[in-house]
């Protein structure tokens, strides 16, 4: 759990013009940040584990189109130790691979540097403090929407509130990545009580992307037949029983209905883990409705809908090669 004692206001002035961020992970959040970061005038490497893509995005740069216009950024892409010393270090790995990814890090990040996640689901803080000291992990959620369109190529499908914490740290570490990001065009703000955001976008997750994954929906079409709606609201409902044992206060009053208005919102959206069954990828449900699961069994809680929506979709991941229907 991320708590810490300050305020939850735009910081400005805090010098940060010349800060070095290491972006881990060259998928649309990734890149994404990559991007705009750079243009802003900050230091950025992009750090990829894949040679090959590496090389590409080297080449080529990173290709942005969407809400934000149409450009392109070269920034440096990395895939052994960084030529950088960075003072941030922004996570955009999918979910299963932030062990990995934290593990490989470690010896070549200095203690001063702030390890930042913005990943999907719970448990990614939880695994970055196992690697690293505890008081440098920042975690924190994003509304900003990004699709990849091939190495180094996104779409910048949707603009929304970054929100990072917890404030605390005598280096006012967070005022500066705040104020970073907000020269970037995020528009960022510091929280105090970072658990709280990260189960209220869970629990939207927990309502679509499962159900985006298994039907082939988009996020739109989710609420407008029965049988999804049931669903979503009984997935939800779980999750929200898990979440009030943990004594989380969800950032909405209605959750259901918040998951709605998120379908409404991105209606012609594919949800990422649509997109990830569509490749043919591992998807991150063990970190998003398999934690509700988990979660629900370590506090009595039963949670049929969200093991049901695992286990389909787990099966789904496991059976690509075997397809009779693509």
Same mark, same amino acid.
């Given at each position: ?16 013009? =010349? ?34 893509? #590496? ?25 052994? =130790? ?25 010896? &070549? ?63 006012? #570490? ?24 990260? &189960? ?11 159900? #985006? ?84 069994? #370590? ?28």
């Amino acid at each position: 759990m991320l708590k810490g004692r300050g305020t939850n206001n735009h910081v400005v002035n805090t010098g940060d013009k =010349k800060m070095r961020f290491l972006i881990v992970g060259p998928g649309a959040m990734g890149c994404l940040f990559a991007a705009r970061l750079k243009m802003a005038g900050f230091e950025v490497v992009l750090q990829d584990k894949h040679e090959e893509r #590496a090389l590409e995005i080297n080449k080529k740069g990173i290709r942005v189109e969407g809400v934000t216009g149409e450009y392109r950024v070269k920034v440096r892409t990395n895939t052994g =130790k960084p030529p950088l010393v960075p003072d941030v270090v922004l996570i955009c790995v999918k979910s299963y691979d932030t062990l990995a990814a934290a593990q490989i890090l470690r010896p &070549w990040i200095e203690p001063k540097a702030r390890i930042l996640t913005l990943q999907n689901g719970v448990g990614n803080i939880e695994i970055l403090q196992e690697i690293f000291d505890e008081q440098r992990i920042l975690g924190g959620v994003t509304a900003e929407g990004a699709t990849v369109l091939g190495p180094g190529s996104i779409r910048h499908a949707g603009q929304g509130e970054t929100m990072i914490g917890p404030v605390n740290g005598p280096d006012n #570490a967070v005022a500066k990545i705040v104020n970073a990001f907000n020269k970037a065009g995020f528009v960022t703000k510091a929280i105090e009580d970072v658990e709280n955001l990260i &189960w209220g976008k869970l629990i939207i997750n927990v309502g679509i992307n499962a159900l #985006a994954a298994i039907t082939g929906l988009k996020n739109g079409l989710l609420p407008k037949f029965s049988g999804t709606r049931i669903i979503m609201e009984q997935a939800v409902n779980e999750a929200v029983s898990v979440a009030r044992t943990k004594g989380i206060t969800l950032p909405y009053s209605d959750p259901l209905g918040r998951v709605i208005e998120v379908c409404q919102a991105t209606s012609g959206n594919v949800a990422s883990m649509l997109q990830d069954v569509l490749n043919k990828k591992m998807t991150e449900i063990e970190f998003i409705n398999g934690a509700i699961v988990r979660e629900g069994k #370590a506090r009595g809680i039963a949670t049929p809908v969200n093991s049901t929506l695992t286990h389909l979709v787990k099966t789904l991941q496991e059976t690509y090669a075997q397809r009779s229907i693509s």
